[in-house]
Nanobody, 125 residues
Framework: VQLQASGGGLVQAGDSLRLSCAAS????????MAWFRQAPGKEREFVAS????????DYTDSVKGRFTISKDNAKNTMYLQMNNLKPEDTAVYYC???????????????????WGQGTQVTVSS
């Protein structure tokens, strides 16, 4: 599967953005999907994940209540709605896919099989 992330940009603290991840080559329903982010000088970190059927979701603590992961299997696209953005959310955001048949909840980068290119999110204070 090929993944293409988009939707990043420069916003002010408190603003919202919606990231999209368009998949091609295989149906999104074949994968657990996730968003990761990487800030300058830091390791890539898990942000959110969604199970194959969309029935299970998980978030890192710092984004709970502000970010919402979703997907539209008909459009073969995953989304990350980000509200009340904070300067510490500034990072390159990556969409990712795991082929495993079971849902882990929280993911580490080594558990990911496919990565999209990143999209930059910059939040000014």
């Amino acid at each position: 599967v090929q993944l293409q992330a988009s939707g990043g940009g420069l916003v002010q603290a408190g603003d919202s953005l919606r990231l999209s991840c368009a998949a091609s080559g295989r149906p999104l329903s074949n994968y657990v999907m996730a968003w990761f982010r990487q800030a300058p000088g830091k390791e890539r970190e898990f942000v959110a994940s969604i199970s194959r059927n969309g029935g299970s979701l998980d978030y890192t603590d710092s984004v709970k209540g502000r970010f919402t992961i979703s997907k539209d299997n008909a459009k073969n696209t995953m989304y990350l709605q980000m509200n009340n953005l904070k300067p510490e959310d500034t990072a390159v955001y990556y969409c990712a896919a795991d082929r495993a048949s079971y849902y882990r909840g929280t993911y580490y980068p080594y558990q990911i099989d496919y990565w999209g290119q990143g999209t930059q999110v910059t939040v000014s204070s």
